[in-house]
């Protein structure tokens, strides 16, 4: 694994092999900044990495300029991985230990986006997507992101706008209730 752009662009992120995870494929990951960086100035950005596992998306975020990122995984290994690595790459990244659909309850402020790769066999996968506009946690023009596998289809859910798949990787996108320029 290893971050695909920004000014850490080509580290390697050398992961235990005892993480609870299945990383996003860099191919997948590369398409998706891609289109973030189309759409977002990523340095002004509140973001919320759900179910963060190794982190590498948090990283890559942190490696493309944004400032304000929190990463949320209940496994004590993956979140001592985050923490150690964000801090050994000089990023600043808030590490929180906790189950993400109780994170979403409690939760009070809106973030620009929302990435969230949960297992894949996940059976209450569209509990993110209730809690996350339940609670109004997308600012106007926001995005929910949630990665997903080619056997669950998302399209169902409001707000949703798109869906991009790279090999066996889905990206279900929803935006915000207000379009940002409302």
């Not at 509140?46 to 190794?54: A, C, E, Q, Y």
């Not at 964000?86 to 990244?93: C, I, L, P, R, S």
């Not at 996940?122 to 506009?133: E, G, M, Q, R, S």
């Amino acid at each position: 694994m290893r971050i695909i752009g920004g000014t850490h662009k080509g580290r390697v992120i050398k992961t235990p092999r005892d993480l609870p995870v299945r990383p996003t494929t860099d191919f997948a990951k590369e398409a998706l900044f891609n289109i973030l960086q189309n759409r977002f100035n990523l340095s002004d950005c509140r973001i919320l990495d759900l179910f963060s596992g190794t982190g590498h998306i948090s990283l890559e975020f942190a490696s493309r300029g944004a400032q304000n990122i929190v990463s949320v995984d209940l496994n004590n290994k993956c979140v001592s991985f985050i923490s150690a690595t964000a801090e050994a790459f000089g990023f600043k990244v808030s590490v929180i230990k906790t189950d993400v659909f109780k994170f979403l309850e409690k939760e009070k402020e809106p973030f620009d986006l929302i990435f969230a790769d949960p297992p894949y066999d996940l059976k209450n996968i569209d509990a993110i997507h209730t809690l996350v506009y339940q609670h109004a946690l997308l600012k106007p023009g926001g995005w929910l992101i949630i990665e997903h596998g080619e056997r669950t289809s998302l399209k169902h859910l409001a707000h949703f706008i798109n869906q991009r798949r790279y090999g066996g990787v889905n990206f279900s996108i929803f935006e915000s209730q207000l379009a940002a320029h409302e």
